[in-house]
C-alpha cells in the first residue's frame, strides 16, 4: 500500500526529502527533535576545524544515555585526533579519504573486556562472555551508543559518516588503537564540521509500506515499493549527479553477490577468533 498525503495536507519538506517523491503521513506528529533526525544525511567532506572538547563530551554523554541491555554498557569509544593515527585508520578501511580528513575518529567497540576485567576483580566466573550472544549484546549496545552519539553530533551543527570499512582488516585497526583481547571495532565515525562547498544531501529512504509491518509480517506492497525506490533514488543520483550504474536493487544485489563482494569481510569469523572472541 502505498501511502498518499491527505487532501489538503501541504508537503512537509523534510518528509519529501526522505521518502523521494512518496509523501508520508507523518506530517502530523512532527516535532524540531524528529525533523533533526530526518535532516540526516552522511557528510564525507569536513573542514580541518577540531571538535571541542566539550562537544566531544556532550556526544559522548548523548552516547552513554542510549539503552543498555541490562545495562552492562558492552561498549566502549577510541576518539582518535591523531593526524598519523587517522591516516592509517583510513589506509585500513579502504582508503577512504574522508576517514583521512575528519578532524575526529570515533571508533566504536564491542567491548567484553572490561566485564571480563570486573568478573576476575571479584573471582567470580565470566563463562558467559564466551557466547555468541554476549558478543550480540555488545554490538546492539554499540550501535545503540553510536546512534545517539550520531544525533547529537548533528543537533551542534557537526557531520557525521558511519565507516563500516573499520572491519575490513579488523586484527590491523585493534593493533593500531592498543585494543585489549575481546575488544572489536564495530563501526568508525568520522566527525567534523561539514565543508559548506561540497554540501550532502538528505537521502532518500523505501517508502514505510517497505519497512513497516501492521500485526504480521506481509511481502505484498514489497515489488512495487522497490520499484518506486529505484526511481526515487535515480532521481537522488540525477540530482547529485552522482554516476552509479544500474538501479537500487541491483546495485545493493551486487553488494552481496558473494564473498568477494564484501572487502575482506568474509573473513570476519577468523578474525573475530583472533581477537579472542570464542563465539559459542
Ligand atoms: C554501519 C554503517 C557502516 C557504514 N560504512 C560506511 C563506510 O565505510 N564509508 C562510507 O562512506 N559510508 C559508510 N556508511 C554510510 C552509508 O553509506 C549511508 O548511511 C547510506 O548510504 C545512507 O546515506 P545517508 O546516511 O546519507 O542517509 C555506513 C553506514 C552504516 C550505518
Redesign the pocket.
Given at each position: 500500500m502505498s501511502v498518499t498525503p491527505g487532501p489538503h495536507r501541504a508537503p512537509h519538506p523534510g518528509l519529501e526529502a526522505r521518502y523521494g517523491s512518496t509523501a508520508c503521513p507523518a506530517a502530523d506528529a512532527l516535532n524540531p527533535f524528529i525533523e533533526q533526525l530526518l535532516s540526516?544525511?552522511?557528510?564525507?567532506a569536513y573542514l580541518p576545524d577540531p571538535v571541542s572538547e566539550a562537544e566531544l563530551a556532550a556526544i559522548i554523554a548523548a552516547a552513554q544515555s542510549a539503552a543498555s541491555s541490562s545495562n552492562l554498557n558492552l561498549w566502549s569509544v577510541v576518539a582518535v585526533r591523531d593526524a598519523d593515527t587517522r591516516a592509517q585508520l583510513a589506509h585500513c578501511?579502504?582508503d577512504?579519504v574522508?576517514?583521512r580528513e575528519a578532524p575526529l575518529q570515533l571508533v566504536w567497540l564491542a567491548d567484553l573486556a572490561r566485564l571480563r576485567h570486573v568478573a576476575a576483580q571479584l573471582g567470580r566466573p565470566s563463562a558467559g562472555l564466551d557466547y555468541t550472544e554476549l558478543f550480540l549484546t555488545a554490538v546492539i549496545d554499540a550501535?545503540l551508543a553510536?546512534?545517539n552519539a550520531a544525533a547529537a553530533a548533528e543537533s551542534l551543527g557537526l557531520g557525521t559518516?558511519?565507516?563500516?570499512?573499520?572491519r575490513n582488516q579488523p586484527e590491523q585497526v585493534a593493533t593500531l588503537l592498543g585494543l585489549p583481547s575481546e575488544a572489536f571495532a564495530?563501526?568508525?565515525m568520522?566527525v567534523g564540521r561539514p565543508d559548506p562547498t561540497k554540501p550532502?544531501?538528505?537521502?532518500p529512504?523505501p517508502a514505510q509500506s517497505v519497512v513497516l509491518h501492521h500485526e504480521r509480517y506481509c511481502q505484498d506492497p514489497l515489488d512495487a515499493g522497490v520499484e518506486a525506490y529505484n526511481q526515487a533514488m535515480a532521481r537522488f543520483y540525477e540530482a547529485q549527479q552522482m554516476k552509479v550504474h544500474g538501479t537500487w536493487d541491483v546495485h545493493s544485489a551486487k553488494r552481496i553477490a558473494g564473498p568477494e563482494s564484501l572487502s575482506g569481510r568474509d573473513r570476519l569469523v577468523e578474525a573475530l577468533h583472533a581477537l579472542g572472541f570464542k563465539l559459542k
Open positions: 540526516h544525511r552522511s557528510v564525507r578501511a579502504g577512504q574522508h576517514v550501535a553510536a546512534q559518516v558511519y565507516i563500516g570499512g573499520m564495530v563501526f568508525g568520522c550532502a544531501a538528505v537521502k529512504r
